[in-house]
Antibody, heavy 123, light 113 residues
Framework: QVQLQESGPGLVKPSQTLSLTCTVS??????????WSWIRQPAGKGLEWIGR???????NYNPSLRSRVTISVDTSKNQFSLKLSSVTAADTAVYYC???????????????WGQGTLVTVSS | DIVMTQSPDSLAVSLGERATINCKSS????????????LAWYQQKPGQPPKLLVY???TRESGVPDRFSGSGSGTDFTLTISSLQAEDVAVYYC?????????FGQGTKLEIK
């Protein structure tokens, strides 16, 4: 059974960089048939896909966040990470990592999700 | 981006009754080459991540009760719960995976009447 677990600071100051890591267990991040994504959800609101990474390191980001997002992968640790720069209060949200099967440059539905971690942007 | 619009925003249904949630995409998510609708439904309970219920618009994920069913094609989709149970209280989201970026509906909150 694949499990994903987010970790990282729960509080980030405005203008700084949000950094989170997702640790995958029960399966290899290098399996080659999945994309690994970050998705966020502001309190009481809907879901926004941030971006995804493949085991090779290739990435695709939501255009709405592309200028501020970097997703990286560490296959030796079975982890992938998110960095979001120049954060504001609008970036306060629960951040989820999730898995979706690969379809060329696109992905399928998200079949496994982490429990999510709340990141608050505040001074 | 493909905009996903759900209706209603909230819904109250009596136990044992049918619940119907609609989802409309701003462009078709039917991929002609395989005749599949690239549409999924998720259930999210308070404090939990979304859980995949249905994919390909109508295929139930393993372990999902058969009272949940998805239907529709092209731009109009429906999630139906045939007989509402107390544990079905949640927010439901549709999501298109036809193209990047994948996008979600705004959610429909389902409550017991």
């Amino acid at each position: 059974q694949v499990q994903l677990q987010e970790s990282g600071p729960g509080l980030v100051k405005p203008s700084q960089t949000l950094s989170l890591t997702c640790t995958v267990s029960g399966g290899s991040i290098s399996s080659g048939i999945y994309y690994w994504s970050w998705i966020r959800q502001p309190a009481g609101k809907g879901l926004e896909w941030i971006g995804r990474i493949y085991t090779s390191g290739s990435t695709n980001y939501n255009p709405s966040l592309r200028s501020r997002v970097t997703i990286s992968v560490d296959t030796s640790k079975n982890q992938f990470s998110l960095k979001l720069s120049s954060v504001t209060a609008a970036d306060t949200a629960v951040y989820y990592c999730a898995r979706a099967a690969k379809r060329g440059d696109y992905l399928y539905y998200f079949d496994y999700w982490g429990q999510g971690t709340l990141v608050t942007v505040s001074s | 981006d493909i905009v996903m619009t759900q209706s209603p925003d909230s819904l109250a249904v009596s136990l044992g009754e049918r619940a119907t949630i609609n989802c409309k995409s701003s462009q078709s998510v039917l991929y002609r080459s395989d005749n599949k609708n690239y549409l999924a439904w998720y259930q999210q309970k308070p404090g939990q991540p979304p859980k995949l219920l249905v994919y390909w618009a109508s295929t139930r994920e393993s372990g999902v009760p058969d009272r949940f069913s998805g239907s529709g094609s092209g731009t109009d989709f429906t999630l139906t719960i045939s007989s509402l149970q107390a544990e079905d209280v949640a927010v439901y989201y549709c999501q298109q995976y036809y193209t990047n970026p994948p996008t979600f509906g705004q959610g429909t909150k389902l409550e017991i009447k």
